[in-house]
């Protein structure tokens, strides 16, 4: 148990020694480094979608988070089977877009929607190729927040996700 603890131990302390706190108005979270910025907006029938991608790579495994502001008119919260659908197709579009480009098949592995606070957030793994693509993604108001790590093991991607999972507040509820 020790042993357990102590390997527990390090590897947070791994995680925590260069980290980057990220704070909007609308979140927080703490990124195991410097991630790199990029924004982009992308013109839909519902109107136009801004998206601003935080990225890095860290033991092995490459960090996305993405936070996408809808139209203002858009709601996805409040609906559940609408919030649903949204939380699937945005996990699914994300990772299909990372198997894509490297000409992988996607294989789910589980998928379960969980309660943030007062709000519905989907949790996944999926099996890509011979990587694996773990996915926590929140949709609240006109907001969808997505926490994605793809890895080599099942494993490493999970001690990630948890760790950017615990470490995320969202600051509007």
Known sequence: MKKYLSL?????????????????????????????????DIVTEAGDTHLKMYQLMHDGAMVLFVDATYPKELD?????????????????????????QMGLKVNLISEVFVEYKSLLALRSIDGVG???????????????YSILVFSETENGGKLILDNLVNSFTLLTI
Do not use: D
């Open 8 to 40: 527990v131990s390090i590897l947070l302390l791994g995680f925590y020694v260069n980290a980057q706190v990220v704070k909007t108005e609308e979140f927080e979270l703490t990124f195991p480094a410097e991630p790199t910025v990029n924004e982009q």
């Open 76 to 100: 996805v919260s409040t609906n559940k089977e609408v919030n649903k659908k949204v939380l699937k197709n945005s996990k699914n579009g994300s990772v299909n877009n990372f198997a894509g």
């Open 130 to 144: 011979r990587y694996f693509a773990q996915v926590y993604t929140i949709a609240h108001l006109n907001k969808l």
